[in-house]
């Protein structure tokens, strides 16, 4: 029992982190969940007494979850099509036409990024996240990919290049999705109600979970009149972050943090707001509040 206590303390310390990771592969924050608690389930079947770094062994087991989940998604995507229909995958892409998945992808890499990263192969795409963006040594990738190391070097770079053709620098996009959310916390706290409509995109849809609702939050909005007369000099406390590696909000109040917004933006636009305040769902959130 007390080993079952250790482990799942451990897996909970990583959860943030195992999250992060699935999210930037998958692009899917219902994925991303699935391969966390996925993993979850394999590290009780498994015997780990002579792990010597758990971390790292989470953090594998995950990768090679959304590797499994990508190579899945290429081939569903592959199946024959009706007659009428168009094939909009590329042979060696996983390139996904779900507007939810797009956007939950742009939210994660940036707008600019989004297309490359949709038309690399699988283990392309497994190769450059884990070392562009989490620093993983390739030594560490390859057994992961089932490649060499300098097979998986060679996965990386290529990649790379295509991320490096995009016509925005990652950090250049990061930089204009951080104004627009910017825009939103000076618009709503400073009362202006012209410019919340002009950030918000005409689908826009807001919605909170039950604990954001006992706060006083609706269940769900949509429009950008409707958005924007919620938000109204509400901002109060408001702070841009980083949510589990995606821009987005943090209200605090007393000293703690009351709820987070997930951001999803649409070019220069807020598409969707996502208020949370659970205690256990804030718990799970890696956040980094920016100056």
Known sequence: MDE?????????ASRAHLRAVAFRMLGS?????????????RLN???VGDVENLGAWLRTVTARICLDMLRSRKLRREDPISEGEHDLS???GTASYDPEYQLA??????????????????????AFVL?????????????IVGRTTDATRKLASRARQRVQGTSVSPEADRARQRKVVEAFIAASRDGNFEALLSILDPEVVFRADEAAMRLGSEAELRGPTAVANAFNGRARGARPAMLDGALGVVVE????????L???LKGDRIAGIEAVAGRDSLAGLDVTVLD
């Open 45 to 47: 079947r498994t015997d």
């Open 105 to 126: 992808m742009a939210d994660s890499v940036g707008l600019a990024m989004l297309i490359v990263l949709e038309t690399l192969a699988p283990a392309e795409r497994v």
């Open 262 to 264: 997930r951001v999803t």
């Open 4 to 12: 079952k206590k250790f482990l799942a303390g451990q897996f909970e």
């Open 253 to 260: 109040a007393g000293g703690r943090t009351l709820l987070v």
């Open 131 to 143: 070392h562009d963006m989490f620093d993983l040594p390739f030594d560490d990738i390859a057994p």
């Open 90 to 92: 590329s042979e060696a």
């Open 29 to 41: 924050r219902t994925e991303a969940e699935d391969a966390v608690q996925e993993t979850w389930l």
